[in-house]
């Protein structure tokens, strides 16, 4: 695989800077994140010491950066981070932030059955205590207090987001990313909210929500999301099929998913907005592939001799190109 230089990573920014400094990938675990139990992403084990997830971690990391990646985003949930499962994960961090990786580190709901709401907010805040202690002062690694909030109305996770924000003061605002509403689908009522002001945001923008559009329809539809805040906005998830072959270097604009894909890459890049593609590998087995077809690459090998191999090389280059690269 042919080695792309990656720039060296800035530390904490501030947020009302361009985010393109995130290039990044969602590291997640196969069947989703959204889990009852701990979260063990794809290629890991329940049973791998933190040398063992070092070890891999780094060994997926390797081929992420030969794509230009310098971030990663891995999910956490309360079940992760209450035993000690959590001292073996955190292997996963360090190796990312000993490469001088950024790492975004945002919380799922306990279960799908929880409804996109926190249901225990005493384990909840323990769990961010926890992780404020270990990473708070560490400029690599940025907190997303809650994937999805879709449980809450818009002033209901608004409110949520103020008061852990006021509860967690050892988390530095310019490293938090508190998420749009709904599905973190739409950043307007949050940027609007001064009491968020010194946030980064996340965004996530899929087709499959939204039908059918031509590449402006998809354009417009996405700048609309993001507001008056693309200078504060990550897309923190996004991403298309990438095991059928589709060309996303085509501009024909008949296909949708390549419309799509396009439009968001040509918009994150004239607007220097970061992101992170979902996901890297793990995520919703597709029928019966075994494997999300959206994944960016393919799992191979075994013990701490991982590697990845990428699905579609158009859309790597479309992704890339999102980055600015």
Known sequence: MLLIPVAAVEGATPANAA?????????????????????????????????????????????????????????INTHTVADGWWNNYRGAIDAATGRGFNVILAYWEDGAASGGRVTNSSAFHSMWTTVINAYGGNSRVYLEPMNEPHGYSSQEWRDVAVRWLDRHTGANRGRVLIGGTGYSQDLRDVCN????????????????????????????????????????????????????????????????????????????????IGGAYWPATGGKPTGSSGYDWYSMFSLSGSGTNLNLSVRNNSGRDRVRYGWGL
């Open 19 to 75: 985010t393109n400094q995130f290039r990044g990938m969602n590291w997640a675990r196969q069947g989703d994140n959204f889990t009852t139990g701990r979260l063990v992403p794809h290629g890991l084990s329940i049973n791998d010491s933190n040398a063992t997830v070092r070890a891999k971690a780094n060994a997926l990391y390797d081929d992420m950066a030969a794509m230009g990646v310098n971030t990663v985003r891995l999910p």
């Open 193 to 272: 909210d001064s009491r968020l002001n010194g946030t980064l945001l996340s965004i996530h923008h899929y087709a499959f929500m939204y039908g059918t559009k031509d590449y402006w329809g998809w354009r417009n539809h996405f700048e609309e999301r993001l507001g008056n805040c693309s200078s504060r906005a990550v897309l923190t998830e996004f991403g298309a099929p990438m095991d059928n072959g589709l060309n996303y270097g085509s501009n024909a604009g008949t296909e949708n998913f390549v419309n799509y894909i396009r439009a968001i890459t040509d918009t994150t890049r004239s607007r220097s």
